[in-house]
């Protein structure tokens, strides 16, 4: 059974796409960290990312969200209706599978460590993490939120971090580092613009205000509906179900002749939290977990015996060749349909480019006579791993900026939202051949810089890959030609237009 960390970090920005995606490629280039789901809200102005990997990768995982973070969001010009403290803001770590609380407190310490000394970024430790008693709850670290920790920090020893200078940095401020179990981020939209309900109705169902165990809550105005929301997390979701807190929002609302619009949850939800409001609204008689058929299944094949086959085993629906294993995207390229087209093409050439430039790279530095280059070698082998990380998921971004212009398009033509839509659509559409590009050329240079220290052998294969990648950033410049001749926005306009000219200037200088 391979152990499994979840990592759920909280970043200050809820509203720049391109920054939550440069996070996220950030620390899925980690190898064996895979991303499981990303939330962004404009109006908390706020991402919740979740990804997922072994307690040996899932930390350094982090380590690179909070870089990028850092480089991206700057605190002192951030406004949104969640509080924070960071760029980075909070970074939980939680049990999964074949690790204990104790093992992610430890990795918790050691990523806290890791972003002081790296970052020079204070680090306070929460949740099972704490060092304090008072610094278990998150919201009395976070108390006055930035500009408060600012102005307090190297004054109140109280609020001297436990790793790092008592002393923010500049524009990404503080991180808050834990360990935790599972929790549910529950918000209820009220259908009311009355924010003071919703605070009051947060104040009644909270803990600390002597309401529910294990539910914290803050009642917030989403300006961008006009509507109040009661922002919640669960943090024990056993000892008090979703449903509860539900119904207990619902009563407190009829208080005040308001009713609930609607909920969401942000992130994941454990299947239990589901089996639990199941059996709860639908009053099923004797209901039990193992009536649900998925878990059945897993109950049953996890006990079934193992059986010597008559004949020798077949691999189990290997694709027989590296052809065959790509067959099925050649093929939907070919088809009639427009999506994967051009834009998923030019990124998979770029991660193809990258990859190959690894290769020659790896087998390179194996060889006597180039020991000497081994630094600048291992420094193009992860920046390079990333760029191939990062194009390889511009392959299914790009499919789906296609879609939300079509989606765009397909609206009334009356619609008040639709030419809103489709200029955001042709914005989204452009900028992900731009980042494209952008990663492509940034791959192409690091080859270009190590060209005259690759070993012969592996030279031609070199080559194809700086091919690759020039071809990466052709097809990206022309795409963005293609999206930009309907975008309105003057500013937009020049912004794609130099980065196409910067692009070409580079292939014409190679």
């Known amino acids: 059974m391979t152990p499994l960390v979840e990592c759920v970090p909280n970043f200050s920005e809820g509203r720049r796409i391109d920054v939550v995606d440069a996070i996220v490629n950030a620390m899925t280039s980690v190898p064996h960290v895979y991303l499981l789901g990303h939330e962004m809200d404009a109006d908390h102005n706020r991402a919740v990312v979740t990804i997922v990997g072994s307690p040996e990768t899932i930390g350094e995982a982090a380590i690179r969200g909070v870089e990028t973070a850092m480089q991206h969001i700057d605190l002192t010009t951030h406004q949104g209706e969640h509080p924070r403290v960071g760029a980075a803001d909070v970074i939980p770590f939680v049990p999964i599978r074949g690790v204990s609380l104790l093992d992610c407190v430890e990795i918790a310490k050691k990523v806290g460590r890791e972003i002081a000394s790296r970052f020079k970024i204070p680090v ?64 209820i939209n009220l259908d009311t613009s009355d924010v003071s309900i919703a605070k009051e109705i947060a104040k009644r169902v909270r803990f600390s205000s002597g309401g529910l165990p294990f539910v914290k809550a803050m009642g917030v105005l989403l300006k961008d509906r006009i509507q109040a929301q009661v922002s919640m997390n669960l943090t024990d979701y056993e000892q008090t179900p979703m449903e509860l807190v539900y119904e207990a929002v619902k009563t407190e609302a009829e208080h005040y002749g308001v009713s609930i619009a609607g909920s969401e949850i942000v992130g994941l939800i454990p299947q239990k939290a589901i089996e639990q409001a199941v059996e709860f609204y639908l009053r099923v008689e004797n209901f039990k977990p193992e009536m649900i058929l998925e878990n059945r299944l897993a ?25 065959d294993a790509l067959r099925g995207f050649v ?15 030019a990124a998979l050439a770029g991660a193809l480019g990258a990859a190959l430039g690894q290769m020659a790279i790896r087998i390179t530095r194996e060889k006597k006579n180039y020991q000497q280059h081994a630094e600048r070698y291992a420094d193009a082998l992860d920046r390079l791993s990333r760029h191939t990380a990062e194009l390889l998921g511009f392959v299914d971004r790009d499919s789906e900026a296609y879609e939300r212009v079509m989606a765009a398009y397909k609206l009334p033509k009356d619609s008040p939202d639709r030419e809103r839509a489709i200029q955001d659509g042709l914005m989204h559409a452009t900028e992900i051949p731009c980042r494209t590009g952008s990663s492509a050329a940034e791959a192409l240079r ?26 990466s950033v052709r097809g990206a410049v022309a795409n963005m030609r293609t999206n930009l001749t309907g975008i309105k926005d003057p500013a937009a306009r020049i912004r794609y237009e130099d980065m196409i000219l910067s692009f070409e200037q580079m292939l014409e200088i190679r």
Request: glycine share 6%.
């Open 299 to 323: 109950e049953v094949m996890s006990r079934a015996p193992v059986q010597a086959p008559a004949q020798p085993a077949q691999p189990p629906a290997q694709p027989a060749t590296m052809a």
């Open 124 to 187: 306070y430790l929460y949740e099972a993490a704490a060092t304090r008693p008072e610094r278990i709850n998150l919201e009395k670290i976070r108390r006055g939120q930035f500009e408060a920790l600012r102005n307090e920090i190297q004054t109140n020893p109280d609020r001297y971090p436990d790793f790092g200078e008592p002393r923010l940095h500049p524009t990404a401020g503080a991180t808050v580092v834990g360990a935790r179990k599972p929790l549910i981020a529950y918000n």
């Open 446 to 471: 690091i080859c270009e810089d190590l060209r005259s220290i690759i070993h012969v052998n592996v030279a031609s294969d070199f080559q194809v890959g700086v091919q690759m990648l020039q071809t």
């Open 331 to 345: 093929d939907r390229v070919a088809s009639a349909e427009p999506i994967p087209g051009g834009g998923s093409v």
